[in-house]
């Protein structure tokens, strides 16, 4: 049984445009707190953030009034390594300052929630004390990334190729999510699964 010293900590996953942002929203509306590790990069990276300089220094050019000119940036790391692991290394340690930060806020719920994109392909599972898959099928998955401005096939068979198979997320979650349904039965689906896990640490 968890400890009760300390939140039970969910971690939300899912491949691009399986709806997690949606299922997150969910939890939110049922009262649990939510830390969404990309808006976290988005404020670091925004107007004012805290690494703006600090990317510009490493990338210059990458950065304007704005804040990091995300297309810039992408070009200077995508395909060098070298680079992704210098990014990796001024954002991962800021957003995991503002995850201890939000653990400390939080440390009274019950619940709390980490949105993950790579929980599994970056190790974060260990992390966490329930893994939530959000999942779809095929063909939602693809409509919904290709509506998205800006995006090709191409693109898409890029970004999937780094992800780990939706089939292999599923069978490594403790929770699937089914967000080809009717939203009404995907809420459903987040309202029991919340009472659940609260009654199970009562």
Known sequence: MKKSDKPYIIGLTGSIGMGKSTVGQMFVDEGVPLFDADAAV???QGPGGALVDAIEALFPGSTNE?????????????GNPDSLKQLEGLIHPAVGEMRLAFLADNRDEPLILFDIPLLFEKGGAEGV???????????????RVLARPGMTEERFEQIKALQMPDAEKRQKADSVIDTSVPLAETRQHVQKLVRKLKASLA
Do not use: T
């Open 129 to 143: 004390d329930h893994i939530v898959v959000v999942s779809a099928g095929p063909e939602d998955q693809r409509a």
């Open 66 to 78: 704005d804040g990091v000119d995300r297309q810039k940036l992408g070009a200077a790391v995508l």
């Open 42 to 44: 988005h404020q670091l």
